[in-house]
């Protein structure tokens, strides 16, 4: 995985080195005193303070101000880029390195911050292994895919596209254990950071053992929960990070942080643009700038095609550290780019005394009103359905600094994953007539991660283009769910083993204490099936939830990711109740909290 960009590389420093210094404090304090005591007895207010400030966690609820930002009421500036002060009475409401919110109280093993279902009871049950969810329901063949009739692969990626600009969640910095050392990369050990997926008896793809897992590293802690709470008075239970801004604000492409803003903008010239590669062209349009990293995990042009010698290319840069992640990704990233420069030579055009700060704000205020009316109006009609769009998503009411936008957990860590069940096992490349391109063919999807050499050298983002709008998405079924390419072979040619999408899902929720699949319906109204025959009437699949409880033992325990995709799609939507209450409760807060919406197209 990709690691987090500077100013989020900072914020996770900062939780992880409180966490760790408190961990290592408790462990002492225990060992002398042999009983529970906390760090902070051995430590005075001074000290406290002390170590906050090294930690630089205090910077992180620093209460910026907001009256003297320039422009405050009329472009999302460098400052706002992170979107500290779109509210003026809660300035870190919706900001990027703020936490997710918990629209229902964490579970944990220790009710404080180990990961969920590890070594406790739920519900007088043990949750199943994730890797085991994984093979007995999630499991299915390219062979079984059936086409969605209605929504081409673009519903799929620009699903994707619009969650990178919304969430992203940082891993711990550190892929060793605080302390011992361990590489959690190569050992099955569980010590924090590590969160390793054991393999489960008689797997059909990795061995069995000890020393078989799944490598896996916890989210970063939020300075002051978990064990740092008591420092500044927070959140006793451990939470996560977001490290974008709650608002569609095209921090994918622009960057969430104001020292990333800038680095992606042209300077060289007053056209208000942004950098474009100088190295390679696309049949003579615009292709990303490279990443200046030294760190090259998308040099995977020689393992994919088992040439020593092949030239690689370096990973593009945007504002989303996720644009390689997939080919199809990075072409909608590359047209988003062409749009902005394409929107401020032609402002300069009409505007040419304006200077090059005014033409890239209003080419943004352009892109940012395009995004938001791409998703109200083209977008989530299809995926929550037609309730959901008249209760929750109706005529816009306007601007409510009441309305808290913050990203919750639950939407980022499992309910707007949805998608991940839309996702064919290869990616289209179609030709000018919207046949298969005999030059550069439809390429398998594993083999299109981190691979952004296939755009310079393989026809560049038409074809890909193409093919996401002429191509049908893959129709999540109840039987065909996960395809291998994202269950078995996730990132295969960058990371030491192919990892699995639907196990990572899960135990990214428990990671984070998500509660369980019948407390989130509740939270929605719905009904909370109690035993097999009410689960399979929920689900209209008796043969499903007997699968299901047989592995959780109670509808309570079943992961929400799990239990939200498993239900029938809602009437005109693509996912089930669950997650059209969940998604659309979401979009309701986005658009509601957002003082610097536009409007005029929200409305249309």
């Given at each position: 995985?990709?690691?987090?960009?500077?100013?989020?590389?900072?914020?996770?420093?900062?939780?992880?080195y409180?966490?760790?210094?408190?961990?290592?404090?408790?462990?002492?304090?225990?060992?002398v005193?042999?009983?529970?005591?906390?760090?902070?007895d051995?430590?005075?207010?001074?000290?406290?303070e002390?170590?906050?400030?090294i930690?630089?966690?205090?910077?992180?609820?620093?209460?910026?101000q907001?009256?003297?930002t320039?422009?405050?009421?009329?472009?999302?500036?460098?400052?706002?880029?992170?979107?500290?002060c779109?509210?003026?009475?809660?300035?870190?409401?919706?900001?990027?390195n703020t936490?997710f919110?918990?629209?229902?109280p964490?579970?944990?093993?220790?009710?404080?911050?180990?990961?969920?279902?590890?070594?406790?009871?739920f519900?007088?049950f043990?949750?199943?292994?994730?890797r085991?969810?994984?093979n007995?329901?999630?499991?299915?063949?390219?062979a079984?895919?059936?086409?969605?009739?209605?929504?081409?692969?673009?519903l799929t990626?620009?699903?994707q596209?619009?969650?990178?600009?919304l969430?992203?969640?940082?891993?711990s910095?550190?892929?060793?254990?605080?302390?011992?050392?361990?590489d959690?990369?190569?050992?099955c050990e569980?010590?924090?950071?590590c969160?390793?997926?054991p393999?489960?008896?008689?797997?059909p793809?990795?061995?069995?053992?000890?020393?078989?897992?799944?490598?896996?590293?916890?989210?970063?802690?939020?300075c002051?929960?978990?064990l740092?709470?008591?420092?500044?008075?927070?959140?006793?239970?451990?939470?996560?990070?977001?490290?974008?801004?709650?608002?569609?604000?095209l921090?994918?492409?622009?960057?969430s942080?104001?020292?990333?803003?800038?680095?992606?903008?042209d300077?060289s010239?007053?056209?208000?643009?942004?950098?474009?590669?100088?190295?390679?062209?696309?049949?003579?349009r615009?292709?990303?700038?490279?990443?200046?990293?030294?760190?090259?995990?998308?040099?995977?042009?020689?393992?994919?095609?088992?040439?020593i010698?092949?030239?690689?290319v370096?990973?593009?840069?945007?504002?989303?550290t996720?644009?390689?992640?997939?080919?199809?990704?990075?072409?909608?990233h590359?047209?988003?780019?062409r749009e902005h420069?394409?929107?401020?030579?032609?402002?300069?055009?009409?505007?040419?005394h304006?200077?090059s700060e005014?033409?890239?704000?209003?080419?943004?205020?352009?892109?940012?009103a395009?995004t938001?009316?791409?998703v109200f109006?083209?977008y989530?009609?299809?995926?929550?359905?037609d309730?959901?769009?008249?209760?929750?998503?109706?005529?816009?009411?306007?601007?409510?600094?009441?309305?808290?936008?913050?990203?919750?957990?639950?939407?980022?860590?499992?309910?707007?994953r949805?998608?991940?069940?839309?996702i064919?096992?290869f990616?289209?490349?179609?030709?000018?007539?919207?046949?298969?391109?005999?030059?550069?063919?439809?390429v398998?999807?594993?083999?299109?991660?981190?691979?952004?050499?296939?755009?310079?050298?393989?026809?560049?983002?038409?074809p890909?283009l193409r093919?996401?709008?002429?191509?049908p998405?893959?129709?999540?079924?109840?039987?065909?769910?996960?395809?291998?390419a994202?269950?078995?072979?996730?990132?295969?040619?960058?990371?030491?083993?192919?990892?699995?999408?639907?196990?990572?899902?899960?135990?990214?929720?428990?990671d984070?204490?998500?509660?369980?699949?019948?407390?989130y319906?509740?939270?929605?109204?719905l009904s909370?099936?109690?035993n097999?025959?009410?689960?399979?009437?929920?689900?209209?699949?008796?043969?499903?939830?007997r699968?299901?409880?047989?592995?959780?033992?109670?509808?309570?325990?079943?992961?929400?990711?799990?239990?939200?995709l498993?239900?029938?799609?809602?009437?005109?939507?693509?996912?089930?109740?669950?997650?059209?209450?969940?998604i659309?409760?979401q979009?309701?807060?986005?658009?509601?909290?957002?003082?610097?919406?536009?409007?005029?197209f929200?409305?249309?």
């Open positions: 995985m990709k690691q987090p960009r500077a100013g989020t590389r900072s914020a996770v420093r900062s939780a992880d409180m966490a760790q210094t408190l961990r290592l404090l408790q462990e002492r304090v225990h060992h005193h042999k009983r529970s005591l906390n760090a902070t051995l430590l005075s207010r001074d000290d406290l002390k170590l906050a400030e930690s630089g966690c205090s910077a992180q609820v620093a209460l910026p907001c009256r003297t320039p422009n405050l009421d009329k472009y999302r500036t460098a400052l706002q880029g992170t979107s500290v779109n509210n003026i009475n809660n300035p870190r409401q919706g900001a990027s936490p919110v918990c629209w229902l964490a579970e944990y093993d220790d009710g404080i911050f180990l990961p969920k279902g590890k070594n406790q009871r519900n007088n043990l949750l199943p292994l994730v085991q969810v994984s007995n329901i999630l499991s299915t063949l390219d079984g895919v059936l086409n969605d009739r209605e929504f081409t692969d673009m990626f620009f699903g596209w619009n969650d990178h600009d969430t992203f969640t940082p891993i910095p550190s892929i060793r254990s605080f302390s011992n050392g361990i959690c990369d190569e050992s569980q010590t924090e950071p969160i390793p997926i393999i489960p008896p008689g797997d793809r990795l061995p069995t053992g000890p020393d078989s897992c799944i490598p896996a590293f916890r989210s970063a802690a939020v002051g929960t978990g740092s709470a008591f420092n500044f008075g927070g959140e006793p239970k451990r939470e996560q990070i977001n490290a974008l801004t709650a608002f569609l604000d921090g994918q492409v622009y960057g942080e104001e020292k990333l803003a800038l680095s992606l903008r300077l010239n007053d056209g208000g643009r942004l950098r474009v590669n100088t190295e390679f062209r696309d049949n003579g615009e292709l990303l700038p490279f990443s200046p990293l030294q760190v090259n995990m998308c040099a995977t042009r020689g393992r994919v095609t088992n040439d010698n092949a030239r690689e370096p990973c593009f840069i945007t504002g989303d996720r644009a390689d992640e997939n080919i199809a990704l990075t072409s909608v590359t047209l988003f780019l420069n394409r929107l401020a030579r032609g402002l300069k055009r009409i505007k040419p304006w200077d005014t033409l890239y704000q209003e080419a943004r205020k352009i892109m940012g395009y938001q009316s791409f109006r083209d989530l009609p299809h995926i929550v359905g309730n959901e769009m008249r209760t929750r998503l109706g005529r816009y009411p306007g601007y409510n600094p009441r309305v808290n936008p913050s990203i919750s957990n639950v939407f980022a860590t499992a309910a707007f949805f998608a991940h069940l839309s064919q096992p990616l289209s490349r179609l030709d000018a007539n919207y046949r298969e391109n005999n030059r550069f063919p439809s398998l999807l594993y083999k299109a991660f981190f691979t952004p050499w296939r755009i310079v050298y393989e026809g560049g983002i038409d890909l093919g996401l709008v002429g191509r998405a893959k129709l999540n079924t109840q039987d065909h769910i996960m395809v291998d994202v269950r078995e072979r996730l990132f295969q040619f960058v990371m030491i083993l192919g990892l699995d999408l639907g196990s990572l899902n899960m135990e990214r929720g428990r984070h204490g998500l509660p369980g699949y019948n407390a319906r509740k939270l929605c109204s909370q099936p109690r097999q025959a009410e689960l399979a009437r929920v689900l209209n699949n008796a043969d499903l939830a699968r299901l409880l047989q592995l959780y033992g109670t509808a309570d325990n079943i992961d929400v990711w799990m239990g939200g498993s239900e029938p799609f809602v009437r005109g939507g693509r996912v089930g109740p669950l997650f059209a209450c969940l659309a409760t979009f309701q807060r986005i658009r509601q909290g957002d003082r610097l919406s536009s409007r005029q929200l409305q249309g």
